[in-house]
């Protein structure tokens, strides 16, 4: 009460609806009050709860991109571009709120069902908000499974005169959050190209044994980009080839991408770890970003900061 603003012409009390910044009852702010388990946290509210929400949020190791987006969504002040949009585009069942598109819409759950880290879901939740855009201003369907982009990298080392390779992927979604991360020991043939898809294949192994989506993989490596997108390659790495393909077909992934070493500086960081392994195929793999070696993380924020920089300038 004391927070209300009097005017200095002491007008008769009338009725305002708090849940919408107009002062007007509409039923998608109904909704989302409803919604909303602690009450709508949107203009006019002061509780101490909704304090705790903002202060929590704003302390984040994410980007901070990401950390206004999930404010602007809690606001309901994600842009629109004023297009009315009645029912929900991506499941077409309910009305189209903030709240609904991007937590109780049956895509959205789909996307966030085993994320229960609030980092994870603050990373998450662009990449459902653009794919509602891309089905409303593009008529661009996306499968709810292929939100996350995979890169790796393999580094080539000698212990006791023998050639080893240190195999790493990371898993990313499109907002940049570490999904899963892994690094492996094991010896090296003759072609860096094959200890590459050496490296490859066992990365998409653990991501089917995590049940890790993986929307495209990403390589450094272009002979390997080739071969990967032919699916028809005759020579010694052939069995490897088709592995790393049929691995690919049961994650869903749409096919592989080349990309430079300088963009790839993450999965490198992770691939350096592989010489601290003390015997042959031993492993290490990582489920969250919060249990990365500061190793990584430091890189990872190397690549925030660049990243923020270059969306700044």
């Not at 998450?124 to 201003?137: E, K, Q, T």
């Not at 993450?266 to 592989?274: D, E, Y």
């Not at 392994?277 to 690549?303: C, F, G, Y």
């Amino acid at each position: 009460m004391l927070s209300i603003l009097l005017s200095f012409r002491r007008l008769n009390d009338y009725q305002i609806w708090f849940s919408n910044k107009y002062g007007e009852y509409t039923v998608k702010s109904g909704y989302w009050m409803l919604s909303f388990p602690m009450g709508n946290p949107g203009v006019g509210s002061s509780s101490s709860g909704i304090q705790g929400i903002w202060k929590k949020l704003w302390t984040l190791g994410v980007l901070r991109k990401l950390i206004l987006f999930a404010w602007r969504l809690f606001k309901e002040a994600l842009i629109q571009r004023r297009i009315n949009v009645e029912l929900c585009a991506l499941c077409g069942v309910e009305l189209e709120i903030l709240f609904h598109c991007l937590g109780a819409c049956q895509f959205a759950r789909a996307v966030l069902f085993d994320k229960e880290n609030v980092e994870e879901v603050v990373g998450i939740l662009p990449v459902v908000w653009n794919a509602r855009n891309a089905l409303i201003f593009k008529q661009q369907n996306m499968d709810p499974t292929m939100v996350v982009e995979m890169g790796m990298d393999a580094a080539i080392f000698k212990v006791n005169g023998m050639k080893m390779v240190s195999a790493c992927f990371m898993v990313e979604s499109e907002a940049g959050t570490v999904q899963l991360a892994g690094v492996k020991k094991f010896r090296c043939g003759s072609l860096v190209v094959e200890a590459k898809l050496n490296a490859l294949a066992w990365s998409l192994y653990v991501c089917c044994q995590e049940n890790s989506a993986v929307k495209e993989v990403e390589l450094d490596k272009s002979v390997a980009v080739g071969w990967l997108r032919e699916k028809n390659y005759k020579g010694g790495a052939r069995n490897i080839v088709e592995d790393c393909c049929l691995l690919m077909e049961q994650l869903r992934c749409i096919g592989a991408s080349h990309c430079t070493r300088e963009s790839n500086r993450s999965a490198h960081s992770v691939a350096q770890l592989g010489r601290k392994l003390q015997h042959e195929n031993d492993q290490l793999i990582w489920t969250s970003l919060e249990a990365l070696p500061e190793q990584i993380l430091s890189v990872l924020r190397q690549d925030w900061i660049g990243l923020q920089e270059a969306e700044d300038g």
